[in-house]
C-alpha cells in the first residue's frame, strides 16, 4: 500500500510540474542586446576632439531605429577646433534613434555655454541631426549676466550660435 501510495505521489507531482514554465525568461524585443556601464565616447575630427559624450548606463536595443538609452543621466562637451570646451549639455536621462538620427533629452536639461555665458534650462530637448537643429516645445529659461528670457520653447542650430526663445518674455 505504502508503496502504490508513493508511486501515486511521484505521478501527480511530475505531471504538475510537466507544464510550468521554470526559470526567467527574456523577451529580446523589450531586453536591451548590450548595456555598458560608465561609456564614454570621444567624437574627432583629423585628431581634433570635437564631442566628448559621457554616460553612467548605456542600453543598446536590436530595434529597427537601433534606439539607445541613457536612463542615469547624460554629458555632452563640444569643443572648438582648439580643443577648447565651448558647450556643456546634461540630462537626467535620453534616448537616441540612431536610424532616425533623433536624440531626445529629458528631465532637467542644462546647457551652459561658455562663450556667451548663456544657461538654457528645460526639461525635453530634442536634437535632429539630419537637419542640424535643436529644438523644445516646453518651458524654456535662457539666463545670463544682464537678463532672463522664459518662452514654450526654443530653436538653434547645433553649434548654438542662433538661439531663439519661443513666445519669449525678458526680466532685466
Excluded at 44 to 58: A, F, K, S
Excluded at 99 to 114: E, P, Q, T
Excluded at 149 to 167: L, P, R, S
Aim: contains cysteine; charged residues 25%.
Amino acid at each position: 500500500m505504502k508503496r502504490y501510495f508513493f508511486i501515486t505521489i511521484m505521478a501527480v507531482a511530475i505531471a504538475a510540474c510537466e507544464n510550468k514554465k521554470v526559470g526567467i525568461t527574456f523577451d529580446s524585443n523589450t531586453m536591451p542586446m548590450q548595456t555598458v556601464y560608465d561609456a564614454k565616447t570621444m567624437f574627432t575630427d583629423r585628431g581634433q576632439l570635437q564631442m566628448l559624450l559621457e554616460q553612467p548606463i548605456l542600453y543598446n536595443y536590436e530595434d529597427v531605429d537601433r534606439t539607445q538609452v541613457s536612463p542615469k543621466g547624460i554629458e555632452m562637451s563640444f569643443y572648438d577646433t582648439a580643443s577648447k570646451l565651448q558647450v556643456y549639455m546634461r540630462a537626467d536621462s535620453s534616448v537616441n534613434s540612431q536610424a532616425s538620427k533623433l536624440m531626445r533629452f529629458y528631465r532637467n536639461v542644462i546647457i551652459y555655454d561658455y562663450r556667451t555665458g548663456d544657461t538654457i534650462t528645460t526639461e525635453i530637448l530634442n536634437w535632429d541631426q539630419d537637419k542640424r537643429k535643436i529644438y523644445s516645445n516646453v518651458y524654456t529659461r535662457r539666463a545670463n549676466a544682464e537678463m532672463i528670457t522664459t518662452g514654450t520653447g526654443f530653436e538653434a542650430d547645433e553649434q548654438m550660435t542662433h538661439v531663439e526663445i519661443k513666445n519669449p518674455q525678458t526680466y532685466f
